[in-house]
T-cell receptor, first 113, second 114 residues
Framework: GNSVTQMEGPVTLSEEAFLTINCTYT??????LFWYVQYPGEGLQLLLK?????DKGSNKGFEATYRKETTSFHLEKGSVQVSDSAVYFC????????????FGKGTLLTVNP | DAGVIQSPRHEVTEMGQEVTLRCKPI?????LFWYRQTMMRGLELLIY????????DSGMPEDRFSAKMPNASFSTLKIQPSEPRDSAVYFC????????????FGPGTRLLVL
């Protein structure tokens, strides 16, 4: 089955620092890849997604590129803000019409002023 | 637009009691998912409905758990009888079915069984 391995946290950064959260996946077929974010006390929200190899997803200054050759989908942001403090989940589905999402364990990011 | 709506947001109950969690998906979405989130196990898919029909309930822990979707705008997850190990955050999510489609999550119900 599918699996996702993401960088263990917690990650603590100062405001305006560069962020990378590593994510690698194993999947059959041609999966879509997602980053979801969970702010304290809230549900998960889609941050960005990529549906095929070499696609780059981007949103709110965050970016991730779907790398089939390295089976990776690393999340990056050039300058984090305190408001980015949250848990970030790397997620994959199976290719085709499969509805099942496979979640990474989540990485807690804390950004200090 | 209203997102996925869940109620109640918090529930505290005693072991053995029946618990009913409710979900209203986003209008026009034809897929609905119930998840459970715990520190130990992360996010687990409990059940998936498509066009109000349960497609996959392999994640439902045991017979104490049941879920229904009587129409396109409402679903319930029931636990009877509840046990302390059921304490978790339960999320409902909905999507338009299709490859790579985004699932939109509700705010969750935080359940504590004493």
């Amino acid at each position: 089955g599918n699996s996702v391995t993401q960088m263990e946290g917690p990650v603590t950064l100062s405001e305006e620092a560069f962020l990378t959260i590593n994510c690698t996946y194993t999947a059959t077929g041609y999966p879509s890849l997602f980053w979801y974010v969970q702010y304290p006390g809230e549900g998960l929200q889609l941050l960005l997604k990529a549906t095929k190899a070499d696609d780059k997803g981007s949103n709110k200054g965050f970016e991730a590129t779907y790398r089939k050759e390295t089976t990776s989908f690393h999340l990056e942001k050039g300058s984090v803000q305190v408001s980015d403090s949250a848990v970030y989940f790397c997620v994959t589905n199976s290719g085709g019409s499969n509805y099942k999402l496979t979640f990474g364990k989540g990485t807690l990011l804390t950004v200090n002023p | 637009d209203a997102g996925v709506i869940q109620s109640p947001r918090h529930e505290v109950t005693e072991m053995g009691q029946e618990v009913t969690l409710r979900c209203k998906p986003i209008s026009g979405h034809n897929s609905l998912f119930w998840y459970r989130q715990t520190m130990m196990r992360g996010l687990e898919l409990l059940i998936y409905f498509n066009n109000n029909v349960p497609i996959d309930d392999s994640g439902m822990p045991e017979d104490r758990f049941s879920a229904k979707m009587p129409n396109a705008s409402f679903s319930t997850l029931k636990i009877q009888p509840s046990e302390p190990r059921d304490s978790a955050v339960y999320f409902c999510a909905s999507s338009v079915a299709g490859p790579g489609e985004t699932q939109y999550f509700g705010p969750g119900t935080r359940l504590l069984v004493l």
